[in-house]
């Protein structure tokens, strides 16, 4: 940053996604998500500084040079839903010549009247419509660029698709279809006969709830919970407290925000980041919190476990 500063927007971030799972990121605006997947693709700013590692297979994505992220894993072997769709279609072109482009270069179709049948079922797929194929990007609303960019998503049936806010700008029926059809996704052999795993980051708890098998949840750069999704949105639940309390913030649950405002990431405390927020910190949270699936002095223990 400007003057020497320095801001580790991702610490410690330690989780897996297999063949076949889904696993929601979740957490507040700025807490790191999308840098997290920024730094998957090797899309980071030129002044930002990555370390350790992140397995695709036997590729280790933060190593990668840009030859062979361009060539071998954007779009082949990771699928992106962008987080702002309209600033990554080209402006100048139709939606159905940027599908059609994607398809003749993600599969091996050939012909034109292939090529169009083929970006006409990849936007089918993520119900865009087809009387807008023929649209450039600024003729379309925010939730059919969104619906645009999740058909060029899933044109190459990547074994990882990383779907960065995926229902932004849809009304409820849409989101609901959308994640069904990246669940389908997910669900559905590749070319390996196994499934295809989707790192789904999104601020739509219902979404999350509705075709997650994990969930994890971030806060000021951290993982601070990783659960079981069934578990996690219904009992015991979450066991974090700032878990718990996006959960009661919720229309349909409690309707109570969690209280505060998150730390800044380049002044973060030496201790729990949560603790000024929460209710159950004592002294013992001035130290960082253990590591593991709860990063949490205090965490909520349910009641069987008690007895």
């Given at each position: 940053?400007?003057?020497?500063r ?8 330690r ?12 957490g507040?605006?700025?807490c ?6 920024s730094?998957?693709l090797?899309?980071?700013?030129g002044?930002a ?10 590729l ?10 361009a060539?071998t894993?954007?779009?082949?072997l990771?699928g ?24 003749a ?6 012909g034109?009247a ?24 600024h ?11 999740t ?11 990383l779907?960065?806010?995926p229902?932004?700008g849809?009304?409820?029926?849409l ?9 389908r996704h ?6 390996s006969g196994?499934?295809?795993a989707?790192?789904?980051?999104t601020?739509d ?14 806060y ?34 409690a ?11 380049g ?22 919190p ?8 205090h ?6 476990v008690?007895?």
């Amino acid at each position: 940053m400007p003057g020497g500063r320095r801001v580790a927007a991702v610490t410690d971030a330690r989780f897996d996604v297999a063949p076949g799972e889904c696993l929601a990121l979740i957490g507040e605006s700025g807490c790191g998500k999308s840098v997290l997947a920024s730094a998957l693709l090797g899309l980071l700013p030129g002044n930002a500084q990555t370390a350790g590692s992140a397995l695709l297979g036997d590729l280790d994505l933060l190593t990668a040079d840009e030859r062979t992220l361009a060539r071998t894993v954007r779009g082949r072997l990771i699928g992106l839903v962008p987080q702002s769709p309209a600033a990554h279609l080209t402006p100048v072109r139709t939606v159905r010549s940027q599908l059609e482009e994607t398809v003749a270069a993600l599969t091996a179709t050939r012909g034109r009247a292939a090529l169009r049948a083929a970006a006409e079922a990849a936007a089918e797929r993520a119900a865009f419509p087809a009387d807008h194929l023929d649209r450039h990007p600024h003729e379309l609303s925010g939730g059919l660029a969104q619906r645009a960019a999740t058909a060029l998503a899933l044109v190459g049936d990547a074994p990882l698709l990383l779907a960065d806010e995926p229902t932004t700008g849809l009304d409820r029926d849409l989101v609901d279809r959308t994640a069904d059809e990246l669940r389908r996704h997910v669900d559905e052999p590749g070319e390996s006969g196994r499934g295809r795993a989707l790192l789904m980051i999104t601020h739509d708890l219902a979404a999350a709830e509705r075709i997650a098998d994990r969930v994890a949840v971030m806060y000021a750069g951290r993982i601070v919970e990783l659960a079981d999704a069934t578990a996690f949105f219904g009992s015991p639940g979450p066991r974090h407290p700032y878990s718990r309390g996006l959960l009661q913030a919720l229309p349909d649950r409690a309707f109570t925000p969690v209280p505060g405002m998150p730390p800044e990431l380049g002044d973060l405390p030496d201790g729990c980041a949560f603790a000024a927020r929460c209710d159950r910190a004592t002294g013992a949270c001035a130290a960082p919190p253990p590591s593991g699936t709860v990063a949490c002095h205090h965490p909520h223990v349910p009641e069987d476990v008690r007895a």
